[in-house]
């Protein structure tokens, strides 16, 4: 037992150690972006342009998603059809898309040659343009429209089956319900939900920097890398930097109070709905539900329809982009699967809740932010290109970190419950206790953060565009050939770079439920 003891104390220890670096790293590098800062009065007029713009896209592509995502809840939680899994899975596809992947997708249907202006060319309309602000809110909706769907859908979920059965009994309509059961829960859920893309998109870097740009459509984190790369005025990023802190700091610091519970009680956890309104009713929930899937299956459809053909033409550099990020990705999953590993179980046994506290600190501050203030400690010590594949790799690592702790702790802990008495009465402890308990145990939530890292490191194109790097990753590459409007190239690059991300985090995820 005093072994057991001893092994756990270990844990603990490693956890608080593999906390405190975390710490030092992040607020040592948020230090020196306040210190380089100097104050924000070396601000201008377009740099505060672009904080309301921030502030302005933000609020409005949350609100936009959050509404359009009401009806595709509604429909999905009270229809039931085949395919429908499908669907619903389907909808947390966009979160491990590559960004610049889907931004293609976007510029196949809505760009000047795409499916709509070609349309509305036919028809003599004027044509829609995906650049400046309206691209950027569109990008953000179709990211995010699936993540709203997906948490609205487990608020409609959420309601006792019985709640309705008793409204179906005392002869409620549609009117009625809606009062009396979904909007309480609408109340509680959609301010979270509303949050959520709200800081998701406060963050966004590649919408802006492919979709937006120019004076009236610049966000903080395209302001940081302008002046970053471009003017190489590390004061006046790290400025914006600041501002980009406090802004987030704030909206999480809301979103600790803003929802309000429904009330509704406990049921039977039973899966069985009433009968779902027919006529009117179901013939809108089938058609909001279609145009949900066609908004977010086209534009994928168009970019594999152009670029899958094109794969094998594809010159030397993009395949030699691709075996790096594969590399890179890898090497970032693991990193991330360590610290979230050792991190969950030093919190197993309740204890030392600051270390949980550390593992969320990247939530205060960007991938650019972070790249910055690491560009300003080590630019003394080392050449900008050869921070470039090592800094991004250490960067993914850390921001997949909250995702990675939040799969695992709720496991660890109930693996100390379940076992780690006995894994202390049998003196398990060491690699031992690593290799036939803990492993085993926690195989499919490390499978899925593992599979979640990689597809995330694989997308990334952030902190790799500070740096000027002669090395680029595939999302590197894939933008610069948008940027040479080699599109044929682009769309291929493209179909590979989705490919791969969702094959690693398919493989991850399969291994982890296999193990």
């Known amino acids: 037992m005093a072994s057991g003891i001893l092994a756990l104390t270990r844990a603990e220890a490693g956890g608080a150690l593999a906390a405190t670096a975390l710490a030092a790293l992040i607020l040592g590098t948020l230090a020196a972006v306040a210190w380089a800062a100097q104050g924000l009065a070396g601000l201008g007029p377009w740099d505060w342009r672009a904080v309301w713009f921030t502030l302005w896209q933000a609020a409005l592509s949350a609100t936009l998603s959050a509404l359009l995502a009401v009806p595709v809840a509604r429909a999905l939680a009270r229809r039931r059809f085949p395919g429908r899994s499908a669907l619903v899975t389907l909808l947390g596809a966009p979160f491990i898309l590559p960004v610049i992947v889907a931004i293609m ?9 795409g499916a709509i202006n070609e349309a509305l060319r036919l028809a003599g309309l004027p044509e829609v343009s995906i650049y400046g602000w309206q691209g950027v809110i569109l990008a953000h909706v179709f990211f995010n429209l699936p993540l709203s769907v997906r948490l609205i859908l487990q608020g409609w979920q959420a309601i006792p089956a019985e709640r309705f059965r008793l409204a179906a009994s005392l002869g409620f309509g549609p009117r009625d319900v809606a009062r009396h059961l979904e909007r309480p829960m609408l109340r509680a859920v959609l301010p979270g939900v509303w949050l959520a893309v709200f800081l998701v998109c406060l963050t966004s870097f590649t919408v802006a920097l492919a979709l937006g740009g120019g004076p009236r459509a610049t966000t903080v984190e395209l302001a940081i ?3 970053f790369r471009f003017d190489f005025d590390l004061g006046r990023a790290a400025s914006l930097g600041l501002v980009q802190i406090g802004i987030c700091v704030a909206a999480m610091a809301l979103a600790r109070w803003i929802a309000v519970p429904a009330g509704f009680g406990a049921g039977l956890d039973t899966d069985h709905m009433p009968a779902a309104p027919g006529g009117w009713n179901r013939i809108s929930d089938m058609a909001v539900i279609t145009m949900a899937a066609g908004f977010l299956i086209w534009p994928m459809t168009a970019v594999i329809a152009r670029g899958l053909p094109q794969i094998p033409d594809l010159p030397p550099e993009v395949w030699q982009a691709a075996g790096r990020s594969v590399v890179m990705a890898l090497i970032s999953a693991l990193l991330a699967l360590a610290l979230s590993l050792t991190l969950a179980l030093a919190l197993a046994r309740g204890r030392m ?15 650019l932010v972070l790249g910055t203030g690491l560009f300003i400690l080590l630019r003394g010590w080392f050449l900008p290109q050869a921070l470039a594949l090592p800094v991004t790799v250490a960067i993914n690592a850390v921001m997949a970190l909250p995702f990675g702790l939040r799969a695992l702790i709720p496991a660890t802990r109930t693996l100390h419950r379940d076992y780690g008495r006995l894994a202390d009465s049998l003196d398990l402890r060491g690699l031992a206790r690593l290799r036939y308990l803990i492993l085993p145990r926690l195989a499919r939530p490390l499978g899925f953060a593992g599979g979640l890292a990689a597809a995330l490191a694989m997308g990334d194109l952030g902190v790799i565009t500070l740096f000027a790097s002669d090395r680029p990753t595939l999302p590197l590459q894939l933008f610069q050939l948008m940027n040479s409007y080699r599109m044929d190239d682009a769309s291929a690059c493209a179909v590979l770079l989705m490919a791969i991300s969702f094959g690693l985090f398919w493989i991850f995820d399969r291994g982890g439920r296999l193990a």
């Open 105 to 113: 997708g976007l510029v196949a249907v809505f760009g000047r040659n």
């Open 353 to 367: 809740r600051w270390v949980e506290t550390a593992g969320m600190l990247p939530l205060i501050a960007s991938p």
């Open 225 to 227: 890398y302008q002046a």
